[in-house]
């Protein structure tokens, strides 16, 4: 278990730069965290290389990307990618003996009989030690081709980005929707599907991809990184936690999380594997970002909620013009512009309800959901929510924006010469560092 240690001090970075390489360990999609990182990499003139989870064909069979998705995968991230399928898990691998993958076994579960259904762990094991061979082999391969890109003496910045791992059987949706959307007479309780044989797939698969696949990057490019020091360069090792996040409740940057958040075993997972590297020398990283509104995130109905005192810390922080520019940004974004006041006092209230109160437990998380905690969080974000002109254009999407312009810039720098295995990056950073880049 980590203990808290948020970044305080905004450092600024003098290691990399052209001539240099940036490696995305994971494949660029959508509006996330990433974003923010790859275009620090572009402003310091590194060159960038990327990689790809690769495609699955209609059989299950896994297969690089085609000539028009590698030129669209490469568009998008604005550098070469290495195409070498590294899809991370092993929901949809077999050991090659034409049996079920773990996703077809959870497919034969269904709302009424999941909780009391049982999965081959024999069978689970054996697809898992195959996708894990799988992997490791891509890995190598990747790590193979890249070292042909990386001139002597360059230093190196590895960021792994692979999170996830949802097992995708139809039953779990219906499930999520009840655990993270539910109340009232809908909902459910996180521990009952922890407790579950489906819970327990999803838990191994949400380890590997997240967590253990940073082992794996470390493993596979450490004679490479051996190379790099040869030659007289550095290598740097960055991946994207997220263990709650320190935001103004009641006047003080305090630590809260969103609830529940299944997949933080396996956050804590990657800090491990960061905190095992760094006692062997290798400087890795776990940055634990704030809450944002991403592609994924969107199916945790109320995280959302942890964005707006970001706009306090605007004026806590010495946003000023630019600041106060946000400020008037958001209000247009209301039916009503003199909301806004209202929405942050009832945001500060909900944050220091006992209920609140009660999952602000550190050394507890990831804590499992309650019916009081649903009808609390779901009811805040829909009323929030339907204030706004438009469920297309929120409040919670201009302030992500905001964080991950200030999340790259804050993680480049500090990955020169990192403070430790595992940092927090609070509200308190994030504005800072958006004072700096708009200030004048």
Request: hydrophobic share 40%; with cysteine.
């Given at each position: 278990m980590s203990a808290l240690v948020p970044l305080r001090t905004l450092s600024r970075q003098s290691l990399f730069g052209t001539g240099d390489v940036f490696v995305l360990f994971g494949e660029l999609f959508g509006r996330g965290y990433a974003?923010?990182?790859?275009?620090?990499?572009?402003?310091?003139?590194?060159?960038?290389?990327?990689?790809?989870?690769?495609?699955?064909?209609?059989?299950?069979?896994?297969?690089?990307l085609n000539d028009e998705e590698l030129a669209a995968a490469e568009a998008n991230l604005g550098g070469r990618v290495i195409n070498v399928p590294l899809m991370a898990g092993f929901d949809n691998d077999t050991p090659g003996d034409g049996g079920p993958t773990p996703t077809e076994l959870a497919a034969a579960m269904t709302i009424k009989t999941w909780q009391t259904d049982k999965l081959d762990w024999a069978r689970v094991d054996a697809c898992r030690a195959a996708g894990v061979a799988r992997f490791k082999a891509g890995a190598a391969e990747f790590a193979r081709q890249l070292e042909a890109l990386i001139p002597p003496g360059a230093n190196v910045f590895f960021a792994?980005?692979?999170?996830?791992?949802?097992?995708?059987?139809?039953?779990?949706?219906?499930?999520?929707?009840?655990?993270?959307?539910?109340?009232?007479?809908?909902?459910?309780?996180?521990?009952?599907?922890?407790?579950?044989?489906?819970?327990?797939?999803?838990?191994?698969?949400f380890e590997e991809v997240t967590g253990n696949s940073f082992a794996y990057l470390l493993e596979a490019t450490a004679a490479l990184r051996a190379?790099?020091?040869?030659?007289?360069?550095?290598?740097?090792?960055?991946?994207?936690?997220?263990?709650?996040?320190?935001?103004?409740?009641?006047?003080?940057?305090?630590?809260?999380?969103?609830?529940?958040?299944?997949?933080?075993?396996?956050?804590?997972?990657?800090?491990?594997?960061?905190?095992?590297?760094?006692?062997?020398?290798?400087?890795?990283?776990?940055?634990?970002?704030?809450?944002?509104?991403?592609?994924?995130?969107?199916?945790?109905?109320?995280?959302?909620?942890?964005?707006?005192?970001?706009?306090?810390?605007?004026?806590?922080?010495?946003?000023?013009?630019?600041?106060?520019?946000?400020?008037?940004?958001?209000?247009?974004?209301?039916?009503?512009?003199?909301?806004?006041?209202?929405?942050?006092?009832?945001?500060?209230?909900y944050n220091t309800s006992a209920t609140m109160r009660h999952f602000r437990d550190f050394d507890a998380w990831p804590m499992d959901n309650t019916p009081e905690l649903a009808e609390l969080m779901i009811s805040t974000a829909e009323e929030i929510t339907a204030q706004h002109k438009s469920r297309q254009a929120l409040i919670s999407d201009l302030l992500s924006t905001h964080v991950i312009e200030a999340t790259g810039p804050l993680i480049f720098n500090e990955a020169a010469n990192p403070e430790g295995p595992v940092l927090w990056l609070g509200h308190d950073a994030v504005a800072r560092k958006l004072a700096s880049l708009h200030a004048g």
């Open positions: 974003n923010g990182l790859v275009a620090q990499a572009r402003a310091a003139g590194m060159t960038i290389v990327g990689a790809t989870v690769g495609r699955r064909e209609a059989d299950g069979s896994l297969r690089p792994h980005t692979m999170a996830g791992g949802l097992v995708k059987a139809k039953v779990f949706l219906a499930i999520a929707n009840r655990i993270y959307k539910g109340r009232g007479e809908r909902f459910m309780s996180s521990r009952a599907l922890m407790d579950s044989d489906l819970g327990k797939l999803n838990l191994m698969n190379r790099i020091e040869r030659d007289g360069g550095q290598a740097r090792y960055t991946a994207y936690g997220y263990h709650g996040t320190e935001i103004l409740i009641d006047g003080q940057y305090q630590w809260q999380t969103y609830t529940n958040y299944t997949q933080g075993y396996a956050k804590k997972r990657l800090e491990d594997v960061a905190s095992a590297a760094w006692e062997r020398g290798v400087k890795a990283t776990v940055f634990n970002c704030p809450e944002i509104r991403t592609n994924s995130s969107d199916v945790f109905i109320g995280i959302e909620l942890s964005l707006f005192p970001l706009l306090n810390a605007f004026r806590r922080e010495g946003c000023a013009d630019w600041g106060e520019a946000q400020w008037a940004a958001c209000r247009d974004l209301l039916t009503d512009p003199t909301a806004l006041e209202g929405i942050l006092a009832r945001l500060d209230a």
